[in-house]
């Protein structure tokens, strides 16, 4: 069993950054990637960006690309979500998740209990 633990959230000023950690501890071994989600208010839950462990293969979804980067630190059991650019479509919550095969997108198996992400416009 993996836990994913997420920190980092808050409420920012559109235009300005924040950044998500997200520890994860039990049977990481287990793992092939790591990705970030985002629920926001009556809307369903969905990818933002993943990375794979070893190689760092990473995807972003479109809404992100060129604002938001995710990087790991394997010998942490770790992943992060730089966001920068923020505008109060990001605002949400967003979700650590680990999945056990290829590729960075698609089902994931294992999900964090989500920070919350508030933008002000």
């Known amino acids: 069993q993996v836990q994913l633990v997420e920190s980092g959230g808050g409420l920012v000023q559109a235009g300005n950054s924040l950044r998500l950690s997200c520890a994860a501890s039990?049977?990481?071994?287990?793992?092939?990637?790591m990705g970030w989600f985002r629920q926001a208010p009556g809307k369903e839950r969905e990818f933002v960006a993943g990375?794979?462990?070893?190689?760092?293969?990473?995807g972003y979804a479109d809404s992100v690309k060129g604002r938001f980067t995710i990087s790991r630190d394997s010998a942490k059991n770790s992943v992060y979500l730089q966001m920068n650019s923020l505008n109060p479509e990001d605002t949400a919550v967003y979700y650590c998740?680990?999945?056990?095969?290829?590729?960075?997108?698609?089902?994931?198996?294992?999900w964090g209990q989500g920070t919350q992400v508030t933008v002000s416009s």
């Open positions: 990375i794979s462990w070893s190689a760092g293969f990473t």
């Open positions: 039990g049977r990481t071994s287990v793992g092939y990637a």
């Open positions: 998740a680990m999945k056990k095969s290829p590729p960075v997108r698609g089902v994931y198996d294992s």
